[in-house]
């Protein structure tokens, strides 16, 4: 599986950014989509997770009620709408999948930068 994330950029704030993830490959074997982040200095911490069968959905406590994950399954798509956004979001984005193939995977993508000015 690769995972291509795209969206991120330089935003005020207080504004907004929806990030997406294109996922490619053995997509049939991913069970839940998520989105990471990493600010410098600091360890990858948990975005959001989404089931990519159940839609059911997972948050971080400070990104509940600001940020919404989304899938679209047709199109193998993956969404972080990130609202009211908080130059502590500066961060690069990652976006994971998890599933099973012969064995537990779990992919990652590139990374995407999003910048958050006061």
């Known amino acids: 599986v690769q995972l291509q994330a795209s969206g991120g950029g330089l935003v005020q704030a207080g504004g907004s950014l929806r990030l997406s993830c294109a996922a490619s490959g053995s997509t049939f074997s991913i069970n839940t989509f998520g989105w990471y982040r990493q600010a410098p200095g600091k360890q990858r911490e948990l975005v959001a997770t989404i089931s990519r069968g159940s839609g059911s959905t997972h948050y971080a406590d400070s990104m509940k009620g600001r940020f919404t994950i989304s899938r679209n399954n047709a199109k193998n798509t993956v969404y972080l709408q990130m609202n009211s956004l908080k130059p502590e979001d500066t961060a690069v984005y990652y976006c994971?999948?998890?599933?099973?193939?012969?064995?537990?995977?779990?992919?990652w993508g590139q990374g995407t930068q999003v910048t958050v000015s006061s």
């Open positions: 994971n999948a998890m599933g099973f193939l012969s064995g537990p995977t779990n992919y």
